[in-house]
């Protein structure tokens, strides 16, 4: 049969046991505590790492990409709108070095010759034949078309460059198949047809001395 301890002895037992269970409980709590602190440390450190130290600040990459975006868009329509205009302007405005295109190489001298040689016809094409005449002052022009067709104005073509003398005596004609003017004073008289300007029927009567 065994003894059983005496009271201070079993006292010295679980003061003993409470104090290893107390290392023991602690060491747990330590051991538990480590790897959860060293998991959050890491994952701080990542976001760190991965936003910078202005991460709250917002980025300037995308507004940058969109200022440059807008400046070319900008550009572009300028350069469409510089083409867009050059082109109507290219159309609309013939940039001629001589009124409705008429030379001198392209005049036609008929100062000396018969009544009958200054004559301008309406051709076909839509032009005058021929566009550029000479005469003296005093001598007569006619003109033979269908004028109905082919109204016939003074002065310069819409939307061409150019001067002409003034008055001029030619008048309008909307009608009828022959037009005789005389001319009495010396001048450039420029012509051209209502409906067929732009396609280029137009011309001079230049009155020489």
């Given amino acids: 049969m065994h003894a059983s301890p005496s009271p201070a002895a079993a006292l010295l037992l679980a003061l003993g046991a409470a104090h290893c269970g ?3 409980v602690s060491a747990g709590r330590a ?17 760190m790492a991965h936003s910078g130290p202005d991460a709250g600040a917002p980025s300037r990459d995308v507004p940058d990409g969109a200022d440059a975006l807008t400046s070319g868009d900008l550009g572009s329509t300028g350069d469409v709108d510089g083409q867009d205009k050059g082109e109507l302007d290219g159309e609309d405005v013939t940039a001629e070095t001589a009124t409705h295109g008429c030379t001198d190489d392209r005049f036609v001298d008929q100062s000396a010759g018969a009544d009958g040689d200054r004559t301008i016809v309406v051709a076909p094409g839509n032009r005058y034949d021929p566009p550029c005449l000479v005469i003296r ?4 022009v006619t003109f033979t078309g269908n004028f109905s ?10 939307r061409r460059n150019g001067t ?7 008048e309008m004609r909307s009608e009828g198949t022959v037009y005789r ?3 009495p004073n010396p001048g450039d008289y420029p012509y051209y047809c209502v409906y067929h300007a732009g396609g280029g029927m137009y011309g001079i009567i230049r009155v020489s001395p």
């Fill in 31 to 47: 051991d538990d505590s480590g790897p959860t602190d060293a998991l959050a440390d890491g994952a701080d450190a990542r976001a």
């Fill in 149 to 158: 067709a082919h109204p016939l104005a003074p002065g310069v073509a819409p």
């Fill in 137 to 140: 002052v005093g001598q007569t």
């Fill in 164 to 170: 002409g003398a003034t008055p001029s005596p030619i």
């Fill in 181 to 183: 003017v005389q001319f």
């Fill in 22 to 24: 107390g290392v023991v």
